[in-house]
């Protein structure tokens, strides 16, 4: 197909299989970060986040067959490259108490991204008139959003502090 001819139904499509891409590479990161965390409660939102996960890539198969078609993941670099800052952190920051406010902070890096995607997937539902899609886009951006929200909690209330 040439350059000219690609449309905002490309975009779409593509744009979904790059995060499709990112929730996988995101299911296998999250238990890593639950291990390495030091303090339970932020443990317990890896495992918690997790596990809503597996929603998000089951919500984006589900948007593939919406529109007709099958779910494939295309390689996204820029969430290798955030998860693998994330692997870094734990490496060079093992046993320290700044571990904590690292991991906050690799998985806000994280969730950052996943909104934007989201975000822009959600808008271009809409203008192609995806109307299902866009529920589902929605579902997953408010699991984000509250996600990230929940991390700056503990990065406030408990890790920051600690890491100080
Ligand atoms: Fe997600
Ligand atoms: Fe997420």
């Known amino acids: 197909m040439a350059a000219q001819e690609k449309n905002l139904a490309d975009l779409f499509l593509d744009t979904l299989k790059d995060i499709y891409y990112a929730e996988k590479q995101i299911l296998k990161a999250l238990p890593k970060m639950a291990k390495a965390a030091q303090s339970p409660e932020l443990k317990k939102a890896f495992e918690a986040h997790r596990d809503e996960t597996e929603g998000h ?4 198969a589900e948007v593939f067959e919406l529109i007709g078609k099958a779910p494939r993941g295309k390689t996204c670099d820029a969430i290798l490259g955030i998860i693998e800052e994330g692997r870094a952190i ?47 886009l929605d579902q997953t951006l408010s699991e984000e959003t509250k996600t990230d929200k929940l991390l700056s909690q503990l990065g406030i209330s408990s890790t920051n502090k600690m890491a100080a």
């Open 90 to 136: 734990i490496e060079e920051f093992e046993g320290s108490p700044a571990l904590d406010a690292g991991l906050v902070a690799a998985a806000q890096a994280v969730e950052h991204y996943e909104m934007a995607r989201y975000g822009t997937l959600k808008a271009w539902a809409k203008e192609l008139g995806h109307k299902d899609a866009v529920s589902l």
């Open 57 to 60: 890539v089951e919500r984006l």
